[in-house]
């Protein structure tokens, strides 16, 4: 089945300091890599959409500017929280789209901790 | 705007029993349904999803009721077991967006 890695797992950064997760589809192609954020006992609430070769979509309220993504390759998309900050702390699981399988395959997930 | 409420917000069942969660949804052009397990510390898993055309699915011990009219889909979970225990997610997506609009999710015990 589809599979979607996701590094690092955990991190730890000072505050100020910018943090960088990547996402990859193994062994299926993604046009399209999706970002969530999770708060502990709290739902996954989408925060963008990583179109490969153009600019992400990002949903209202998320600061495009501290939350960059970049789509470079058909297989691998990055999100770096710029200029952390404790608030930022938070797990954040990407996904990507198998047309193939028609489902929604996530990634295992980055806990981040800002301090 | 929560477009997709899911009930009971948490859950016990004794194991062998049938657990029960339950989804609605407000927006129409909705047309893919699926349903995610999630244990702390790791990303959800696909267990089972479901198109508007079809009013059940079942894989293994899981199943899925669609009502398209009331706007309503559940999970039931056959024969629960101890294993099982973890949060369920439903979740929605359609109509222009391709991301998914989840459920606040449902923490489910199973006692053995």
């Keep these: ?115 | 705007q929560q477009q997709v409420k899911q009930s009971p917000q948490s859950l016990i069942v004794q194991k062998g029993g049938i657990s029960i969660i339950n989804c609605a949804y407000e927006n129409t052009a909705f047309d893919y349904f699926p349903w995610y397990q999630q244990f702390p510390g790791k990303g959800p898993a696909l267990l089972i999803a479901i198109r508007p055309d079809v009013s059940e699915k079942k894989e293994g011990r899981f199943t899925i009721s669609f009502n398209k009219s009331a706007k309503q889909f559940s999970l039931h979970i056959m024969d629960s077991q101890p294993g099982d225990s973890a949060t369920y997610f439903c979740a929605a997506s359609g109509g222009g967006a391709d991301g998914l609009t989840f459920g606040k999710g449902t923490h489910l015990i199973i006692q053995p």
Excluded at chain 1, 52 to 81: C, M, P, R, W
Aim: with cysteine; charged share 15%.
């Design chain 1, 1 to 115: 089945g589809a599979v979607v890695s996701q590094h690092p797992s955990r991190v730890i950064c000072k505050s100020g300091t910018s943090v960088k997760i990547e996402c990859r589809s193994l062994d299926f192609q993604a046009t399209t890599m999706f970002w969530y954020r999770q708060f502990p006992k709290q739902s996954l609430m989408l925060m963008a959409t990583s179109n490969e070769g153009s600019k992400a979509t990002y949903e209202q309220g998320v600061e495009k500017d501290k939350f960059l993504i970049n789509h470079a390759s058909l297989t691998l998309s990055t999100l770096t929280v710029t200029s952390a900050h404790p608030e930022d702390s938070s797990f954040y699981i990407c996904s990507a789209r198998d047309w193939g399988v028609g489902g929604y395959t996530f990634g295992s997930g980055t806990r981040l901790t800002v301090v």
